[in-house]
C-alpha cells in the first residue's frame, strides 16, 4: 500500500463515527475480513452470552430457563431488535427458522391472498434457494408457475396474472440494489403482492417496509447482522395482515395456546402464527446479543459509510490493478449498490484464493467473480486499501497462478 492511500485511509478512519464499533467484534489482527455479506464478525457480546446461556441457563436452570429466562418469547424479542433495522413496527417481525422456510410459508399466504392469480415473479439471477422453494411451493400445491426475468424486465413483467413477486433487494452477485419503495410500488399498482428477500440488507443500509407498504419480507441473520453461522432468520408481515394470514406450516408453537395442547390448530395471533417449531434458543441467543452492536446507531452512517469505503475501494483497484486485469461487476453508482464490490476475472476462484492466503478474506462466485463484502460496523477503510493494494499484486506478478489455487473447495 502506497503512503498516500494509507494517510488517505486514515483520515476517512479518524473520522468515521462507526469507529468504535469495531471493538465490539472478534477480528483476527492479521486478517482483513471482508466477507461480512456472507458470515459476519463474531460480536464479543454474542460470545459472552452464549457462554452464560449454555453454563448459566442450560446447566443450571435448565427447563425452567423457559419461564426463568424468557426462552419462550425469544422469537419475538429478537425480532423487535431486527424490526429497527427495517424499518418494521414492533410486534411485526418474528426470528425463526430459515430464509428458505419463512420463503415458504410467506410464499403460501401471498398466493392465498390472490387467488384468482398464480404466477410467481422473480428474477432470473435470484439467490438460487428462492427459486427452488417456489418451484417446491408450486409442485406441492399442484398449481401455478415461476416465471423468472432479467432484473431490468421486472416492471414489465407485471401482468395480471402475477400473484407475488418475490425479489432480493440486493443481488448477491453484483451488489446492485433495487429501489424498496419503487418497486413495491410498481407491485402494487399491478395488483400483486410484494415478498422482500432482504439477506443483504438487513443491517448494511437503511431499510424502511412501514413505509414501503410491503406485505412480507424475509431475511437471514447470519449476514450483517452477524447471528453465527446458520443463525436463525426472520420474517416480517405487514401488521395490518397479521391476523388473517394462513400458516402453511402450522406447528404447535404457531398455536395460539401451545400449551393447552390441543388437538386442533388455532393459530396465535399476529405474526407469532409463523412460529413452528420449538426455537433453537443458543444460535437464537448468540444473534439477540449480536443485535446490541446496533444499538444506538443511526442506519444512516451505517449506509453512508458502507457507500464511501466500496467508493474508495473500487477506486483504488481500478487505479493499481492491471489494466484489463478485472471489470467491474457491480453499479458504479453507490445509490443503486449493496455495501459490496464485485470484480470479474479470468480464473476468479485461484485469485481469491491467493488473496485468502495472503489474509484478505472475500469470496468467488461463479463463473468468474471476486466479491468483496464490505461490513460498516467494523470494516475499516485502511483495511480496503490493504485489500486493493494486495489484489493488485497478485494480479500483477501472477502467482495466483500456482496449482493449489485452481482446486475448487466444498465452500467457495
Known amino acids: 500500500m502506497d503512503e498516500s492511500a494509507r494517510a488517505a485511509a486514515a483520515a476517512m478512519d479518524a473520522a468515521d463515527p462507526l469507529a468504535d464499533r469495531r471493538a465490539l467484534f472478534r477480528l483476527p489482527e492479521d486478517v482483513v475480513y471482508l466477507d461480512g455479506n456472507s458470515l459476519g464478525a463474531l460480536p464479543l457480546a454474542a460470545?459472552?452470552?452464549?457462554?452464560?446461556?449454555?453454563?448459566?441457563?442450560?446447566?443450571?436452570?435448565?427447563?425452567?430457563?423457559?419461564?426463568?429466562?424468557?426462552?419462550?418469547?425469544?422469537?419475538?424479542?429478537?425480532?423487535?431488535?431486527?424490526?429497527?433495522?427495517?424499518?418494521?413496527?414492533?410486534?411485526?417481525?418474528?426470528?425463526?427458522?430459515?430464509?428458505?422456510?419463512?420463503?415458504?410459508?410467506?410464499?403460501?399466504?401471498?398466493?392465498?391472498?390472490?387467488?384468482?392469480?398464480?404466477?410467481?415473479?422473480?428474477?432470473?439471477?435470484?439467490?438460487?434457494?428462492?427459486?427452488?422453494?417456489?418451484?417446491?411451493?408450486?409442485?406441492?400445491?399442484?398449481?401455478?408457475?415461476?416465471?423468472?426475468?432479467?432484473?431490468?424486465?421486472?416492471?414489465?413483467?407485471?401482468?395480471?396474472?402475477?400473484?407475488?413477486?418475490?425479489?432480493?433487494?440486493?443481488?448477491?452477485?453484483?451488489?446492485?440494489?433495487?429501489?424498496?419503495?419503487?418497486?413495491?410500488?410498481?407491485?402494487?399498482?399491478?395488483?400483486?403482492?410484494?415478498?422482500?428477500?432482504?439477506?443483504?440488507?438487513?443491517?448494511?443500509?437503511?431499510?424502511?417496509?412501514?413505509?414501503?407498504?410491503?406485505?412480507?419480507?424475509?431475511?437471514?441473520?447470519?449476514?450483517?447482522?452477524?447471528?453465527?453461522?446458520?443463525?436463525?432468520?426472520?420474517?416480517?408481515?405487514?401488521?395490518?395482515l397479521a391476523d388473517d394470514v394462513a400458516p402453511a406450516l402450522s406447528g404447535w408453537m404457531g398455536h395460539a395456546a401451545p400449551f393447552d395442547f390441543e388437538p386442533g390448530y388455532r393459530p396465535a395471533p399476529g405474526v407469532d402464527r409463523l412460529r413452528v417449531g420449538t426455537p433453537p434458543i443458543l444460535s437464537m441467543t448468540a444473534l439477540h446479543a449480536a443485535l446490541e452492536a446496533f444499538e444506538g446507531v443511526d442506519m444512516a452512517q451505517v449506509e453512508a459509510k458502507g457507500r464511501a469505503l466500496v467508493d474508495f475501494f473500487i477506486a483504488e483497484v481500478e487505479r493499481l490493478a492491471p489494466p484489463g486485469a478485472l471489470s467491474l461487476v457491480s453499479p458504479r453508482d453507490g445509490a443503486r449498490r449493496g455495501p459490496q464490490a464485485a470484480f470479474a476475472t479470468p480464473n476468479g476462484y485461484a485469485v481469491m484464493q491467493t488473496l485468502i492466503a495472503d489474509g484478505v478474506i472475500g469470496d468467488f462466485r461463479a463463473p468468474d467473480i471476486l466479491r468483496f463484502g464490505f461490513a460498516p460496523l467494523y470494516t475499516r477503510f485502511v483495511d480496503a486499501a490493504q485489500a486493493a493494494a494486495l489484489l493488485a499484486d497478485i494480479l500483477a506478478t501472477g502467482r495466483w497462478d500456482r496449482p493449489g489455487n485452481h482446486v475448487r473447495a466444498a465452500v467457495t
Open 47 to 240: 460470545e459472552r452470552r452464549i457462554a452464560e446461556a449454555v453454563s448459566g441457563e442450560w446447566g443450571e436452570s435448565l427447563i425452567r430457563s423457559w419461564n426463568a429466562h424468557g426462552w419462550l418469547d425469544l422469537p419475538a424479542r429478537t425480532g423487535d431488535r431486527i424490526a429497527r433495522l427495517i424499518g418494521a413496527a414492533p410486534g411485526s417481525t418474528l426470528c425463526c427458522d430459515s430464509t428458505s422456510i419463512n420463503i415458504f410459508k410467506l410464499l403460501a399466504a401471498a398466493l392465498a391472498m390472490r387467488p384468482g392469480r398464480d404466477v410467481i415473479l422473480s428474477e432470473r439471477g435470484n439467490f438460487p434457494t428462492d427459486l427452488h422453494v417456489a418451484e417446491g411451493l408450486l409442485g406441492l400445491i399442484g398449481r401455478g408457475r415461476l416465471h423468472l426475468v432479467a432484473r431490468a424486465d421486472i416492471a414489465g413483467a407485471l401482468g395480471p396474472e402475477v400473484a407475488v413477486a418475490m425479489l432480493t433487494q440486493v443481488d448477491y452477485r453484483s451488489g446492485c440494489r433495487l429501489d424498496l419503495d419503487e418497486t413495491t410500488r410498481a407491485v402494487h399498482d399491478a395488483g400483486a403482492v410484494m415478498l422482500w428477500d432482504l439477506a443483504h440488507s438487513a443491517g448494511a443500509f437503511r431499510v424502511d417496509l412501514a413505509t414501503s407498504r410491503a406485505e412480507f419480507a424475509v431475511g437471514c441473520g447470519y449476514k450483517y447482522l452477524n447471528g453465527g453461522p446458520g443463525a436463525p432468520a426472520f420474517a416480517y408481515v405487514r401488521p395490518d
